[in-house]
């Protein structure tokens, strides 16, 4: 798991075996948002997602999720999420202070 930056948007991406998931846990009061991207009834995880984020018609952030879980540091607001995996795009409004939105395919 690495550190990134898009536009005004600092994340990181991981969460798939133990030991991501409990970095990820660590280190969650250093942002203030996080996604989940699932597929399925049982909640299955996803990895490969594309993400943008926009903010008053805005693009402010573009990046593909490497691991199920994202936690975003961002100027405080609200943001449109859209999130493509496989073709299939899904949108949802997250604020900064949300830390569990999930996307479920």
Known sequence: MVQRKAGSVTY????V??????????QSGNYNMGLL??????????SDVNVTLTRNGREVANFVADG????????AGSYNVRATYEG??????????????????
């Open 12 to 15: 990181i991406c991981g969460g």
């Open 17 to 26: 075996a133990a030991d991501e998931q409990h970095a990820l846990s660590a």
């Open 37 to 46: 991207f699932t597929q399925g009834p049982r909640g299955e995880y996803l």
């Open 68 to 75: 199920p879980k994202c936690l975003l540091r961002a100027p």
């Open 88 to 105: 299939r795009t899904k949108t949802q409004v997250v604020s900064t202070g949300t830390h569990n939105a999930q996307m479920r395919w």
